[in-house]
């Protein structure tokens, strides 16, 4: 038997009749998938001046590009970091396809193709300029909604084709779309870090019950966004048993507060002390073992290795 091609270890083929050729699909060992860095992708939500911005001083400055969306840097000056202030939606689109890349699904008229990369790659220059940064910190995307949705009101799908006047649905169906994308476009950046920072708001439902939820126009990104990124962290202050209280990251689903909260990794535990770089190496450290698998509340009577009784 021959000695197996390295070239072809690992690739599935096929072919494309429309092409005329034989197309391969390259399979990524467990070995190759463990060895990648991977960025973590996160949100991190908070009320007003619970101090989401100030979490820039636990990041190193030489390796984190501040995106700067809120003008809100009076909380950082002396930050020693790089930053970008985008004030335009179109210009939030523009730095997310460079820092990102091109999509190669995407056609050529459409936003975070390979065109809209050329071009942006044209004006920006070199898009290597941004691999010294490991750590993009977005502040925040509760204003890029509003630029989106700004965006959004003047183009064609905010009006009505039979009366021309403005459509609200047409517009938030467009705002939807929008901001899914671009959030899409950065959080498939697999070798940076991004934060997306939003403003945590209190609401109450038709019951009168009190409720959390990211303050962003337009619920399909508020509903969406915890499938896209990894990490859901909700920044608050939480009451101790000596009746004073102290900041935390809360990172758990189920925690006994209702704040949004979700962690991919399983790494992280419910409260964790508010500091970005040393919750990212908490992130990307070991495994935990895999708990115990439960049926009904209860430990699981047999394991999953243990044969099952027959029924005959």
């Known amino acids: 038997m021959p000695a197996p091609n390295p070239e072809t270890v690992g690739t599935v083929a ?38 989401k911005t100030t979490l820039l001083w636990t990041l190193p400055s030489g390796e984190t590009l501040f995106l700067d969306l809120e003008a809100g840097d009076l909380a950082v000056e002396g930050w020693s970091g790089d930053t970008i202030r985008p004030r335009t939606w179109q210009e939030c689109r523009d ?20 065109a809209h990369y050329d071009t942006v790659c044209e004006r920006f220059g070199d898009p290597a300029v941004l691999d010294r940064y490991e750590t993009i910190f977005v502040d925040s995307i509760t204003v890029a ?39 899409t476009q950065l959080q498939h950046t697999r070798n940076k870090n991004v934060w ?72 992280l535990e419910m409260i964790e002390e508010p500091h970005l770089g040393r919750l990212m190496e908490k992130i990307r450290g070991p495994v935990k073992p895999a708990p115990e698998r439960m049926e009904f509340g209860r430990p699981a009577s047999r394991s999953a290795d243990t044969p099952q009784p027959s029924t005959v």
């Open 14 to 51: 096929s072919f494309d009749p429309e092409r005329g050729f034989t197309t391969g699909f390259r399979i990524i060992t467990a070995d190759e998938r463990l060895r990648e860095r991977r960025g973590v992708k996160a949100v991190l939500l908070g009320i007003s001046g619970i101090g």
């Open 95 to 114: 730095f997310a396809v460079f820092i990102g890349g091109p999509n190669p699904a995407l056609r050529d008229d459409q936003p975070y193709s390979r």
């Open 145 to 183: 909604g509003r630029l989106c949705f700004q965006w959004c009101k003047g183009q064609p799908e905010a009006f009505s084709e039979k009366t021309g006047k403005a459509d609200i649905r047409g517009t938030y169906g467009l705002h939807g779309r929008e901001m899914i994308g671009w959030l």
């Open 196 to 267: 997306f920072v939003g403003i945590l708001d209190e609401k109450l439902d038709d019951f009168n019950r009190r409720y959390y939820a990211p303050q962003i126009d337009g619920a399909k990104t508020s509903s969406e966004l915890p499938g896209i990124v990894d990490e859901v962290i909700t920044m608050a202050e939480i009451p101790a048993d000596d009746g004073k209280s102290y900041r935390a990251f809360v990172c758990h689903t189920l925690n006994p507060w209702q704040y949004p909260a979700k962690d991919r990794s399983g790494r």
